[in-house]
């Protein structure tokens, strides 16, 4: 069973994790023992528990719970792209190099037999010049106010609602601060959780941990990667914690509630109609896109369907569910290609496979490559010291062995690879995700025998 919980206070939820978190509207309240107060939501069954600020000396800064994990959430339209751009000619390098340019004659080399996968129509109509990375600094534009109000009146009347119905997460904070004597209090912090029984956790704790770290490894390159790590705490070995994503909506759930849904372009022009807020969302689509791209790749996750990926306010999307990683498959049956998850209805939001969207996208996956690579020893040595000890390598994550995971995940990173051929394996791959038809029929089974969307 798993209960919908909440749990808010001082006792040490930081400043980065406020708003990560999402629940039901709190209405009743109640006083608790030792400074503590409860509250029950009669319609989803929370329960809200309120403490004193004074706990934040004992945990300081610190969550309580580990870093980062956790939530619940496809679709097979099909469509042909004649959206076309002129390719912009040159390369924009990670932080530590300078731009060059390159000509078109370069460009035609950029196909090494690396990846040998089944590539779809739409991804061998990509031309050479496709292939080139976008520059990302067009996209460092500010919302004005004006703009900023208008958004936040979009996300009030959007569809990425989630658990919460039609209430935003603010608004269930600033509810339940007003019910808490305790709302005043500087250090006052609320965090949705769900309460998982029978439910082995220490693999999406690990999970949890895994894209934290990708996020800091990212955010020190100061690259235009986004990623939602949230918290998994495993209480016990068949119980525990995990955080609720906010504002956030499965694109399965999307497509069975949004009111006339035709494809997630649509929803996204419909939601934002303002083109600069359109042109924002877009660009956290890409950000979100790319990183976690990255992210399943390396770590083999697995049994990514639409009930599994997740849409928020702000046009993000967050990859949840993480029982499929490393060694285990859905079934024991790996037909997911190993690629990145790029249908026809993803890439359509990106406006095809030759535009400056997706050349944006090229960019970032590229670059988060190469700054993973940089730190491929700390990864490792992180994945290795979870492997310790015979109940961690029980996992069924592990199952397969350590000189397998390890080994795999360094298949995929070569690190002796020169840079240039690193490129254009990250490129090769790239091509062979597009409309691959292995994520094409991954989704229409979950269609036909689970019914999701």
């Given at each position: 069973?798993?209960?919908?919980?909440?749990?808010?206070?001082?006792?040490?939820?930081?400043?980065?994790?406020?708003?990560?978190?999402?629940?039901?509207?709190?209405?009743?309240?109640?006083?608790?023992?030792?400074?503590?107060?409860?509250?029950?939501?009669?319609?989803?069954?929370?329960?809200?528990?309120?403490?004193?600020?004074?706990?934040?000396?004992?945990?300081?800064?610190?969550?309580?719970?580990?870093?980062?994990?956790?939530?619940?959430?496809?679709?097979?339209?099909?469509?042909?792209?004649?959206?076309?751009?002129?390719?912009?000619?040159?390369?924009?390098?990670?932080?530590?190099?300078?731009?060059?340019?390159?000509?078109?004659?370069?460009?035609?080399?950029?196909?090494?037999?690396?990846?040998?996968?089944?590539?779809?129509?739409?991804?061998?109509?990509?031309?050479?010049?496709?292939?080139?990375?976008?520059?990302d600094d067009d996209?460092?534009?500010?919302?004005?106010?004006?703009?900023?109000?208008?958004?936040?009146?979009?996300?009030?009347?959007?569809?990425?609602?989630?658990?919460?119905?039609?209430?935003?997460?603010?608004?269930?904070?600033?509810?339940?601060?007003?019910?808490?004597?305790?709302?005043?209090?500087?250090?006052?912090?609320?965090?949705?959780?769900?309460?998982?029984?029978?439910?082995?956790?220490?693999?999406?704790?690990?999970?949890?941990?895994?894209?934290?770290?990708?996020?800091?490894?990212?955010?020190?390159?100061?690259?235009?990667?986004?990623?939602?790590?949230?918290?998994?705490?495993?209480?016990?070995?068949?119980?525990?914690?995990?955080?609720?994503?906010?504002?956030?909506?499965?694109?399965?759930?999307?497509?069975?509630?949004?009111?006339?849904?035709?494809?997630?372009?649509d929803y996204f022009?419909?939601?934002?109609?303002?083109?600069?807020?359109?042109?924002?969302?877009?660009?956290?689509?890409?950000?979100?896109?790319?990183?976690?791209?990255?992210?399943?790749?390396?770590?083999?996750?697995?049994?990514?369907?639409?009930?599994?990926?997740?849409?928020?306010?702000?046009?993000?999307?967050?990859?949840?569910?993480?029982?499929?990683?490393?060694?285990?498959?859905?079934?024991?049956?790996?037909?997911?290609?190993?690629?990145?998850?790029?249908?026809?209805?993803?890439?359509?939001?990106?406006?095809?496979?030759?535009?400056?969207?997706?050349?944006?996208?090229r960019a970032r996956?590229?670059?988060?490559?190469?700054?993973?690579?940089?730190?491929?020893?700390?990864?490792?040595?992180?994945?290795?010291?979870?492997?310790?000890?015979?109940?961690?390598?029980?996992?069924?994550?592990?199952?397969?062995?350590?000189?397998?995971?390890?080994?795999?995940?360094?298949?995929?990173?070569?690190?002796?690879?020169?840079?240039?051929?690193?490129?254009?394996?990250?490129?090769?791959?790239?091509?062979?995700?597009?409309?691959?038809?292995?994520?094409?029929?991954?989704?229409?089974?979950?269609?036909?025998?689970?019914?999701?969307?």
């Amino acid at each position: 069973d798993a209960h919908s919980c909440a749990y808010h206070g001082a006792a040490g939820v930081d400043e980065k994790s406020e708003g990560r978190a999402a629940a039901g509207e709190p209405k009743g309240g109640g006083g608790g023992s030792d400074g503590a107060e409860l509250f029950i939501d009669p319609a989803v069954g929370s329960l809200i528990v309120s403490q004193m600020p004074e706990e934040q000396k004992q945990h300081g800064e610190h969550s309580p719970f580990p870093p980062p994990g956790r939530a619940r959430m496809p679709s097979t339209h099909s469509h042909v792209y004649s959206h076309t751009q002129p390719a912009t000619p040159y390369v924009n390098d990670d932080t530590n190099r300078r731009e060059r340019t390159i000509t078109e004659e370069e460009t035609r080399g950029w196909n090494p037999p690396i990846v040998s996968h089944n590539v779809s129509m739409a991804a061998s109509a990509v031309r050479s010049s496709d292939r080139l990375e976008g520059d990302d600094d067009d996209d460092n534009f500010e919302l004005t106010q004006e703009e900023l109000q208008f958004f936040e009146r979009v996300k009030q009347k959007g569809g990425a609602r989630g658990i919460f119905g039609q209430v935003t997460w603010e608004q269930v904070q600033e509810r339940v601060r007003k019910a808490s004597k305790f709302g005043g209090e500087r250090g006052w912090r609320l965090v949705s959780v769900i309460v998982k029984t029978n439910c082995e956790l220490r693999q999406e704790q690990l999970a949890a941990q895994l894209l934290g770290w990708f996020q800091r490894v990212w955010s020190r390159a100061k690259l235009k990667l986004w990623l939602k790590p949230f918290h998994v705490l495993s209480t016990s070995y068949d119980a525990g914690l995990i955080e609720t994503i906010p504002d956030a909506i499965s694109i399965d759930s999307l497509k069975k509630t949004f009111p006339g849904f035709v494809s997630i372009k649509d929803y996204f022009e419909r939601t934002y109609p303002h083109s600069r807020l359109l042109q924002k969302a877009k660009l956290n689509y890409v950000a979100s896109m790319a990183a976690y791209s990255i992210a399943c790749y390396i770590l083999s996750i697995r049994d990514r369907h639409n009930g599994n990926i997740l849409i928020d306010t702000e046009g993000h999307v967050i990859h949840v569910d993480f029982g499929f990683m490393l060694s285990n498959a859905p079934g024991n049956v790996r037909f997911e290609p190993p690629l990145f998850k790029l249908t026809n209805e993803l890439l359509e939001v990106m406006e095809g496979p030759r535009s400056t969207l997706f050349r944006k996208f090229r960019a970032r996956v590229v670059k988060g490559f190469l700054a993973v690579r940089r730190e491929m020893d700390n990864l490792l040595g992180l994945i290795e010291m979870m492997m310790l000890g015979e109940e961690n390598i029980a996992l069924p994550c592990f199952a397969s062995g350590h000189d397998a995971v390890i080994g795999g995940i360094r298949e995929k990173i070569p690190e002796m690879m020169p840079e240039l051929d690193f490129r254009q394996h990250i490129h090769n791959l790239i091509d062979a995700s597009v409309d691959n038809w292995r994520s094409r029929w991954y989704d229409k089974y979950q269609r036909y025998f689970v019914g999701i969307m």
